[in-house]
């Protein structure tokens, strides 16, 4: 099918100060079925950081937007989040029971309102105040749309139905999984939710089985498999069944990884982690993302040479001038049908400049499955090794 666009590949990131670029990876599937495929396992699988509490750092306090969107503009990311209720029974983003650690607030979150809370800030990890407030799962949920995976960590004494029912009042299936610490709760999302993926806690076949056996399917299962890498065997059976697997990087292995070396995540992706749960998540994105080129695509493989040749014809350098301006080839205009509105479409270390028309048919087609795409593009032809770039 011929590609309406043109890419042009920016190199220059500011220009005089004036114009600045601002890199942000993102994730996003059209559907729930589109989310399980990628997630489920293969020896194509894209190794993957699970930002915990969404990545908080100096400047940027845990369970917020803006802490959210810095991350992503390191390594694309799964964002870890946590669901508490308010006095009047508002999902609110919050990990503690008290306000005292993450706000300028005291006190159990459970005795203000929601409209109460707002009149305290967000500290960030050094515990200074910051601008930010504390945000609403309905927020949280509609700001995420066409940028990361959820993780939804549902706290203690909040109803898993009501987070169950914002996912579906934001309509968002394709971007969301259910966070469960026992068999009785992946039962529950599992009834409540058939369709939703969730994290459980599985370190091999005997809790898999329990859980099946409440009526959860291994195809909506991803395996939290602990805070300690497992022994080969756990990862051997969950692959067996096609489970990704999440490691919890977050405490003794996060500090170790500062203490020895970041390669660590790299040999952590290397055993058999798909996903890795960690505080460092910009440290541990970068090992990830260099697990992944090493398993690049392979030239010397005709169709994937063929691919690459198709993708790149007719790509030519655009230069800025001296005003700032992209002059862009007439025919370059020509070839994606151009008229008079266009857009500006990022994809990570490239720019898509396409008719707007073009652009909003070609977004809301459906004749594209996003995993199938992922998979036969960025798949690694190598079956010996488990990342994909």
């Known amino acids: 099918m011929k590609k309406n666009y043109i890419l042009v590949f920016l190199f220059l990131l500011s220009l005089n100060g004036i114009f600045a670029q601002t890199k942000?990876?993102?994730?996003?599937?059209?559907?729930?079925k589109e989310l399980q495929k990628f997630l489920t396992y293969s020896k194509k699988s894209y190794p993957l950081v699970s930002a915990h509490r969404g990545g908080p750092t100096v400047g940027f306090p845990e369970n917020c937007t803006p802490t959210f969107a810095n991350t992503i503009q390191y390594n694309p990311a799964i964002i870890e989040t946590d669901t508490a209720l308010s006095k009047d029974s508002v999902l609110v983003m919050m990990h503690d029971d008290k306000l005292?650690?993450?706000?300028?607030?005291?006190?159990?979150?459970?005795?203000?309102?929601?409209?109460?809370?707002?009149?305290?800030?967000?500290?960030?990890?050094?515990?200074?105040?910051?601008?930010?407030?504390?945000?609403?799962?309905?927020?949280?949920?509609?700001?995420?749309?066409?940028?990361?995976?959820?993780?939804?960590?549902?706290?203690?004494?909040?109803?898993?139905?009501?987070?169950?029912?914002?996912?579906?009042?934001?309509?968002?299936?394709?971007?969301?999984?259910?966070?469960?610490?026992?068999?009785?709760?992946?039962?529950?999302?599992?009834?409540?939710?058939?369709?939703?993926?969730?994290?459980?806690?599985?370190?091999?076949?005997?809790?898999?089985?329990?859980?099946?056996?409440?009526?959860?399917?291994?195809?909506?299962?991803?395996?939290?498999?602990?805070?300690?890498?497992?022994?080969?065997?756990?990862?051997?059976?969950?692959?067996?069944?096609?489970?990704?697997?999440?490691?919890?990087?977050?405490?003794?292995?996060?500090?170790?990884?500062?203490?020895?070396?970041?390669?660590?995540?790299?040999?952590?992706?290397?055993?058999?982690?798909?996903v890795l749960s960690s505080d460092r998540s910009k440290e541990a994105g970068i090992q990830l993302m260099k697990y992944a080129k090493d398993n690049k695509l392979n030239r010397f493989v005709k169709k994937n040479n063929d691919f690459i040749r198709r993708f790149t014809a007719g790509v030519k350098v655009v230069?800025?001038?001296?005003?700032?301006?992209?002059?862009?080839?007439?025919?370059?205009?020509?070839?994606?049908?151009?008229?008079?509105?266009?857009?500006?479409?990022?994809?990570?270390?490239?720019?898509?400049i396409w008719d707007k028309d073009l652009y909003e048919k070609s977004i809301n087609g459906e004749d594209v499955d996003f995993a199938d795409l992922a998979e036969d593009v960025m798949g690694n032809v190598n079956e010996g090794n488990n990342g994909i770039s």
């Open 24 to 32: 942000e990876y993102r994730i996003q599937f059209k559907s729930g």
């Open 100 to 274: 005292d650690r993450t706000t300028t607030g005291t006190g159990l979150i459970g005795n203000y309102t929601y409209k109460e809370l707002q009149d305290f800030y967000l500290e960030d990890t050094q515990g200074n105040p910051t601008p930010y407030k504390i945000e609403t799962l309905d927020e949280v949920l509609q700001w995420g749309k066409g940028k990361v995976i959820y993780t939804l960590d549902v706290k203690r004494g909040v109803p898993m139905r009501k987070v169950i029912d914002a996912v579906r009042r934001n309509k968002a299936e394709a971007y969301s999984v259910i966070i469960t610490y026992n068999a009785n709760q992946a039962a529950e999302v599992a009834r409540l939710a058939p369709d939703l993926m969730i994290s459980v806690s599985a370190r091999g076949k005997e809790d898999v089985e329990r859980m099946e056996a409440l009526g959860v399917k291994a195809e909506k299962m991803v395996a939290f498999v602990g805070t300690s890498d497992p022994k080969p065997e756990v990862y051997a059976y969950l692959h067996s069944r096609s489970i990704a697997c999440i490691l919890g990087t977050m405490g003794n292995i996060d500090k170790s990884a500062a203490a020895n070396g970041d390669g660590l995540y790299y040999q952590l992706i290397a055993n058999g982690a798909t």
């Open 319 to 352: 230069e800025i001038d001296a005003l700032g301006r992209l002059l862009v080839p007439k025919d370059l205009i020509g070839f994606a049908s151009i008229t008079k509105d266009v857009v500006f479409s990022s994809a990570v270390t490239i720019v898509e």
